[in-house]
């Protein structure tokens, strides 16, 4: 008996280890700044941005096969725009693409921001990017890099759902 469980479980562990998925559906963005400056680098896993933004933009798009092009990033930038927002001591921060790269699973996006401030006292950010995809395990982590301090903020979709909290804010 304790060897059909031991054969069972080894072959299960090879089919499932052989399909190409990653178990974890979240994506992770880094918040730092440099000579007056904002700068973001969000990634994301290609196949759950990929369906969200088909789900939003009206068009199939795959990341894997096609790529990713102007109209993709346009997309992504309107999509963004909607689903993600800082503010540095109550000033809405205004952030414009800097670039793009895609590699394997990954899409990483750059984006750059004013610093609306050279004296930071609070950070709040708002993130509900990849939330519609109705994900239960869905998570969003922040790393910020400000002040010469390191703060992880991480939005949980199945917690901000159930309290209604999408906001985060921090104090200097």
Not at 6 to 16: N, R, T
Not at 81 to 89: A, G, P, Q, Y
């Amino acid at each position: 008996m304790n060897l059909r469980i031991i054969v069972f479980s080894f072959l299960a562990v090879f089919l499932f280890s052989s399909f190409d998925f990653h178990p974890l559906n979240m994506s992770v963005a880094d918040v730092s700044s440099g000579n007056k400056k904002l700068h973001w680098k969000f990634k994301f896993f290609t196949d759950n941005i990929s369906n969200t933004l088909t789900k939003n933009c009206g068009k199939f798009i795959d990341l894997e096969t096609d790529g990713y092009d102007a109209a993709t990033a346009k997309c992504l930038q309107k999509y963004l725009s909607t689903r993600f927002e800082m503010s540095v001591n109550n000033t809405p921060c205004k952030f414009v693409y800097k670039n793009a790269s895609l590699n394997k699973d990954v899409l990483t996006v750059e984006y750059e921001a004013a610093l609306p401030t050279a004296k930071i006292k609070a950070v709040k950010i708002k993130n509900i990017v990849l939330f519609d995809n109705n994900f239960p395990e869905m998570k969003n982590i922040i790393n910020i890099h400000l002040l010469n301090q390191i703060k992880v903020l991480e939005f949980d979709y199945d917690e901000s759902y159930r309290t209604g909290m999408y906001t985060q804010e921090i104090r200097y």
